[in-house]
């Protein structure tokens, strides 16, 4: 009771007073957070938090001494960590589905965006005519060699696939400098 009453005296009994209840609970308080899987700065955050929760209940008269003060810090300090571990359950559950809502829109986003570099790569390789197309297809997209180009294009020899394989490229070229638009979406990163 004594203690309460210098809580509300002078600034000096007071400082005082909150000095010793300071250091008398201090290290059980941070203990018990960092017991139930607080940092150490979260400790301190609670135990400051507890002190200031305490004196405010002294100075308007919800404490009045009935109970001991290390007992009734301890309930506030509880209670406080309780409060702060739902909050963090809550926004942790809004940032978990806030990320699976962009990874979604994110996967739609890329999916989208292949389709749609497929069905223009699609457009300019039909613009090259079949034996160009399927010739380019074969060396770029199948990373065939020449003898196998040779085989299965029926080519006489190799230096005649690697003719026609120039020949196709730059048509291919040709139609994407007259298309920069084109360009831009099948090269997005120049």
Not at 13 to 20: G, T
Not at 45 to 65: H, M, S
Not at 104 to 122: D, G, M, P, S, V
């Amino acid at each position: 009771m004594a203690l309460v009453s210098l809580l509300k005296g002078t600034t000096n009994e007071r400082n005082r007073a909150l000095k010793f209840v300071y250091g008398s609970n201090r290290a059980r308080l941070v203990a018990m957070v960092v017991a139930n899987n607080g940092s150490e700065d979260e400790a301190e955050d609670i135990f400051q938090e507890t002190i200031i929760a305490f004196y405010e209940n002294v100075i308007r008269g919800v404490f009045k001494g009935d109970s001991a003060i290390g007992t009734y810090l301890y309930s506030i300090a509880r209670f406080k960590w309780l409060n702060q571990i739902k909050k963090d359950k809550v926004r942790k559950s809004h940032n978990i589905a806030d990320n699976q809502k962009a990874r979604i829109q994110e996967n739609a986003l890329t999916k989208y965006i292949r389709n749609e570099r497929q069905e223009k790569i699609q457009e300019v390789l039909a613009l090259l005519g079949e034996s160009c197309k399927n010739l380019l297809i074969a060396t770029i997209y199948h990373n065939q060699t020449m003898r196998e180009i040779v085989a299965n294009f029926n080519y006489s020899n190799e230096q005649v696939a690697r003719n026609k394989k120039y020949k196709c490229l730059n048509t291919l070229r040709k139609l994407l400098e007259t298309r920069p638009a084109l360009l831009k979406i099948l090269n997005p990163h120049e």
